[in-house]
């Protein structure tokens, strides 16, 4: 799995320019060709080669985002069971997860409320994905909401690609996968994991093609919103770049009320933060992550156990990032987005971020943006163009990344002060 997702990075790190140059190729084209007399003919050839692109990316995800959450809660459970900081660990890590989903989804509405995308690029941009705009329908009662938590048919489920009950079971089972024989839990783990790298070469053979999709899909964009089209993007990298600044920013809250002097948090995250923001890895940042911890004189027996537990499994901007990308689509298409359905994306966005664990970028922002999609009933179809762009709001993320692992790290020191 490790060295998979090792080449699978090698893969993004080599076609990220290539994927940036298809966008603005693509929307370049499109562009030029909108008062053509070619423009049929080239949305003729584009449109089917972009879908048939996003389809091949959308048919990994159920699989995907299953058998990682089962292997990924199975580990968790194993984990906090083997000692007490394991466990203080992760329970600030759910704690946390679900902080920065509240805050993505409380900050992102208000700002795109007072702060919209260009009118003309959205519009373009929503007609180019040939996505209705037909509103949502009303969301039912409390009581029917909760119960389709639980799927009376995982199988179903999956298939109609309804996420909020298969992440439900997908949680449920990996935990009652802990409590079986240890040799049948061994067995069926394997299984999953083989799932996972299976899928995980199937999106790898996807991504190759990568450029030429987005290059398609961009230029269906382009020739419907013309050049206007990147107000809207620049409009997005600005947003979701500044909600990633902000978590960052409010993990040295974290480091103070864990009772860290903020210039002394600051002078010790500072190099890992600087490995962060040139490398977009946090496992490249994690040596001097830990000087840092040293710096800031956490005991070592809580570093080498929190650090690599926040390495592996916290990501505190994946959920706030990876909501506001299902709000801003959202705002794209005009889908109201009610109290209801932020809370369901906010449960979903905390949970799903475990499926970003040792993941390259690319394949991150499909198996934990699409779900949160899925389950707040947004379209998915705006997000090959998103991809193109990430790799700004990646840099951010990664710093807030690892500036909330060391924060954490002297929160769990706090904890276990108190304890003692």
């Known amino acids: ?25 693509g929307l370049c084209v499109g562009a030029t060709l909108a008062e ?9 050839v584009a449109d089917p080669i972009g879908g048939m692109w996003l389809d091949a990316l959308r048919m990994t995800i159920v699989p995907l985002v299953f058998s990682l959450l089962v292997v990924g809660v199975s580990s968790a459970a194993g984990t906090a069971a083997a000692g ?14 679900a902080g920065s989903a509240t805050f993505a989804a409380l900050g992102v509405t208000g700002v795109l409320a007072a702060w ?55 949680l449920l089972f990996g935990l009652a996968v802990t409590r079986i024989k240890p040799e049948l839990k061994a067995g069926l783990l394997q299984v999953f994991e083989a799932v996972v790298e299976a899928m995980l070469v199937l999106v790898q053979w996807v991504l190759l093609v990568a450029p030429i999709g987005v290059f398609a899909l961009a230029l269906v964009v382009g020739a419907k919103a013309g050049f206007g089209a990147a107000g809207a993007l620049g409009h997005y990298i600005l947003l979701l770049s500044g909600v990633c600044i902000s978590v960052a920013l409010l993990s040295y809250l974290i480091a103070l009320l864990a009772g860290t002097p903020l210039v002394a948090f600051a002078r010790a995250v500072a190099p890992a933060q600087a490995v962060a923001f040139s490398t977009q890895s946090s496992i490249a940042s994690l040596p001097a992550m830990i000087a840092g911890a040293r710096q800031l004189r956490v005991p070592e027996h809580i570093t080498g156990v929190v650090l690599p537990l926040a390495v592996s499994l916290f990501r505190i901007s994946s959920p706030a990032a990876n909501l506001s990308v299902a709000i801003y689509c ?3 298409y ?4 009610n109290f209801a359905l932020l809370v ?18 690319q394949i991150t922002f499909f198996t934990t943006t699409g779900p949160i999609c899925l389950i707040m009933g947004v379209p998915l179809e705006l997000l090959p163009i998103l991809l193109a762009v990430e790799t700004i709001p990646d840099i951010f993320r990664t710093v807030a990344n690892v500036t909330a692992d060391v924060a954490v790290t002297c929160l769990a020191k706090g904890a276990a002060d108190t304890d003692e």
């Open 344 to 361: 369901a994306g906010v449960g979903v966005a905390s949970v799903i971020s475990l499926a970003s664990v040792g993941l390259p970028g």
């Open 36 to 44: 053509t007399a070619y423009l049929n003919h080239a949305l003729a």
């Open 84 to 97: 007490g900081a394991a466990a203080r660990a992760l329970g600030l890590f759910a704690l946390l997860l």
């Open 334 to 337: 005009g889908v109201p987005l």
């Open 116 to 170: 919209p995308a260009p009118v003309e690029a959205v519009a373009g941009l929503r007609d180019a994905a040939g996505h209705s705009t037909t509103k949502v329908p009303d969301f039912p009662t409390m009581g029917v909401w909760l119960r389709a938590f639980i799927p009376t048919n995982p199988i179903q489920a999956a298939a109609e690609t309804s996420m909020a009950p298969l992440v439900v079971f997908a």
């Open 1 to 25: 799995m490790a060295k998979l997702a090792a080449a699978l990075r090698s893969v993004g790190a080599q076609s990220t320019l290539w994927i940036l140059f298809s966008l603005v190729a």
């Open 330 to 332: 959202a705002h794209v």
